[in-house]
């Protein structure tokens, strides 16, 4: 790996893991129990039942996602695993677009900056991610 591509590797690591705290501390934690009723009484909108519980799913399954990329991200300092870490880098892409989305959509900034942050330093570890590795 080259300088800037471990530079991005482990930025990239330390900015999911502080994602993945931000996305525990909002989707499984807070969101649940906004949407599930603890807020001023005035404050309520008639909400569905199934809200807090799709909130902490949809957090779980962007933490368990997290974690794995995270794995796979920090294996690609392996050159024979990087078959495995392209799979990861894929799937870091995809909660980092759903989060990009979420927070374009909602106006929650903290998950765009994190977001776009992560997007720009996985572009960089795309090219070592898909090499094929020497033999």
Not at 91 to 99: E, F, I, P, T, Y
Request: with cysteine.
């Amino acid at each position: 790996m080259t300088r800037s591509s471990t530079a991005a590797l482990l930025g990239a690591m330390a900015l999911i893991l502080l994602e993945t705290i931000a996305i525990v501390l909002f989707f499984c934690i807070a969101m649940p129990l906004l949407a599930g009723g603890i807020a001023f009484e005035d404050e309520m909108e008639p909400t569905p039942h199934f809200l807090p519980y799709g909130f902490l799913s949809v957090g779980i399954v962007m933490v368990g996602i997290n974690g794995w990329a995270a794995r796979g991200l920090w294996a690609m300092q392996s050159p024979s695993k990087t078959s495995r870490s392209s799979y990861a880098l894929v799937g870091a892409g995809s909660v980092q677009v759903v989060l990009l989305g979420y927070g374009l959509l909602s106006g929650e900034h903290l998950f765009t900056l994190f977001a776009a942050t992560v997007l720009a330093l996985l572009s960089v570890l795309v090219r070592p991610a898909f090499a094929k590795p020497s033999a």
